[in-house]
């Protein structure tokens, strides 16, 4: 592996810390510290002016609510989204590991529980690595604007049907190649309608029908509705998020993990164990060659599997808003749009930042917060105003979130 499995069980349990205990903190950590991609650097809460019992709270908190849902991933899928029409999985699953969590203050690593280093599902926390990726597109030119329809950028897209040569007489007649904006409607819908989830696109992809999506209790309303216009109605949808997913892909004009890999998780340092993977039957042909279109989360299984330090160094990133020490990977205006809301959704900025606007997400936690967040649930809590950073998996909902932040922001003011 690329980073020390770091044990800090023993260096928590000291005699020698007291809660509450004050100590001066020393001048080189005022300076950003980012770390290297085989050592995250580690101090006691002490040694930062924390109050360690508070601390420790906090992770008690965080392990006693552990989600009701199962550990085996595809049992769990056929207990919620898997009762949805063509709720069929199509992507992989695995089990997931116990609470877990890492608590990183002005970039040091100062408490960890449960499997830190263990690759799970991470769900809708995909979904920031997926609008990062359209960022990194957009900093490089190769997207002009946001505000730019879609569909100029997006040819008709040849599926990949390996062993399939001759056309069965049934698909006489049927479109040969993917035109996913090719509607009245969805020629209309900008890149930033998307990266807002308000773009209400209209169609089919992988086999999964928009409004199969989290349905409308009426199915009177799932065929030919009156569709909204683009940029007024926010809808958290996973199929319009895998339409960006392809035509980002189209974008690239190569596999976005490469992406990804390349200009993000290479240069902070992250693991070589992470994998963002797509669903069995997303595959099309590109510059001559199969390529996996990838989902943006685990809805029907795949997504990005990935540890917590992973998570935590990609939070750190968005906590210095696109710059790891001293390279600005993504540029500042990204990060700026990407927490900025609208005034269909005030508290969500590009998928999947979520905003702490009125402290409604997290009433004890600042409004400058902000979390990227996916099922499960997978929460990385960003706080730049305390240059603090929270990655807590599997935890119930959003109570016992707000309850373990706050514990650690108690931490902070005894300092």
């Not at 499997?115 to 997926?130: A, Q």
């Not at 992406?259 to 340092?269: A, K």
């Not at 164990?273 to 199969?290: F, K």
């Not at 996996?292 to 989360?297: D, K, L, P, T």
Request: with cysteine; aromatic share 10%.
């Amino acid at each position: 592996m690329r980073f020390s499995n770091i044990i800090l069980a023993g260096c928590l349990s000291m005699s020698s810390i007291v809660a509450g205990q004050k100590k001066n903190i020393p001048a080189s950590v005022n300076k950003a510290y980012f770390p290297s991609a085989q050592h995250w650097e580690s101090k006691i809460p002490a040694e930062l002016g924390l109050n360690n019992e508070k601390i420790q709270e906090a992770i008690g908190i965080a392990r006693a609510a552990e989600s009701r849902n199962p550990r085996n991933m595809e049992l769990s899928h056929y207990q919620s989204f898997g009762k949805e029409p063509f709720g069929e999985a199509i992507g992989p699953f695995a089990e997931r590991g116990e609470p877990t969590g890492l608590i990183i203050y002005k970039g040091y690593l100062i408490a960890s529980w449960g499997e830190p280093l263990r690759c799970d599902m991470t769900h809708s926390v995909t979904k920031s690595f997926l609008s990062t990726v359209v960022g990194l597109a957009v900093d490089q030119g190769l997207i002009r604007s946001v505000h730019d329809t879609v569909a100029t950028y997006v040819p008709p897209i040849e599926l990949f049907a390996p062993g399939q040569v001759n056309r069965p007489a049934e698909s006489y007649g049927q479109p040969q190649l993917l035109r996913p904006f090719d509607t009245e409607h969805n020629r209309g819908i900008t890149w930033d309608h998307l990266l807002r989830q308000t773009s209400d696109w209209e169609g089919t992809l992988w086999g999964k029908p928009d409004w199969a999506d989290r349905p409308d209790p009426d199915p009177a309303k799932w065929y030919n509705r009156k569709r909204n216009a683009p940029g007024t109605v926010y809808e958290y949808n996973d199929v319009r998020v895998n339409v960006m997913a392809l035509a980002a892909t189209s974008v690239w004009r190569r596999p976005l993990p490469q992406v990804l890999q390349q200009y993000i998780m290479d240069p902070i340092g992250a693991s070589n164990t992470w994998r963002w993977t797509g669903y069995r039957n997303a595959w099309i042909v590109l510059n001559g060659q199969p390529v996996q279109s990838v989902s943006g989360g685990g809805h029907w299984g795949g997504g990005m599997f990935i540890n917590a330090y992973d998570m935590a160094r990609f939070g750190l990133l968005t906590l210095h808003k696109g710059n790891w020490n001293g390279k600005q990977l993504l540029s500042e205006q990204w990060v700026k749009q990407a927490l900025t809301p609208t005034p269909a959704k005030t508290d969500y900025g590009y998928m999947n930042w979520f905003l702490n606007t009125d402290k409604k997400l997290l009433p004890d936690a600042p409004t400058s917060a902000f979390m990227h967040i996916g099922n499960g649930n997978n929460l990385i809590y960003v706080d730049p105003e305390h240059e603090l950073l929270v990655v807590v998996r599997w935890i119930a909902d959003n109570k016992a979130m707000n309850s373990t932040i706050k514990k650690i922001l108690e931490a902070l003011e005894t300092r």
